[in-house]
């Protein structure tokens, strides 16, 4: 079972920006997609960003143009670079893997973002 490490979150103010980190303990080169998911305070947990492990990315609309997802298989690690923060990015994130056999499957503890002034 691959274990998920997330890393990066903090305190930024508005308009500023992250770099999440999320280190897997063995390789995610069969992982068919590797995302973030979020979930703010009483809201449900959305999925932010998703790479499949050819490289191709979505995003959801409220974060288009100012989140990037990319991963590095050899490293073992997906980033999230977060640009142009807002107060309502502030939430706790998610890494998490998808296989075609086990669904959203894998996931990380969290790490916490608030985007305050």
């Known amino acids: 079972q691959v274990q998920l490490v997330e890393s990066g979150g903090g305190l930024v103010q508005p308009g500023g920006s992250l770099r999440l980190s999320c280190a897997a303990s063995?390789?995610?080169?069969?992982?068919?997609?590797m995302g973030w998911y979020r979930q703010a305070p009483g809201k449900q947990r959305e999925l932010v960003a998703g790479?499949?492990?050819?490289?191709?990315?979505n995003y959801a609309d409220s974060v288009k143009g100012r989140f990037t997802i990319s991963r590095d298989n050899a490293k073992n690690t997906v980033y999230l670079q977060m640009n142009s923060l807002k107060v309502e990015d502030t939430a706790v994130y998610y890494c998490?893997?998808?296989?075609?056999?086990?669904?959203?499957?894998?996931w990380g503890e969290g790490t916490q973002v608030t985007v305050s002034s």
């Open positions: 998490a893997g998808y296989t075609a056999t086990r669904g959203w499957d894998y």
């Open positions: 790479i499949t492990s050819g490289g191709s990315t």
């Open positions: 063995e390789s995610i080169i069969s992982i068919n997609v």
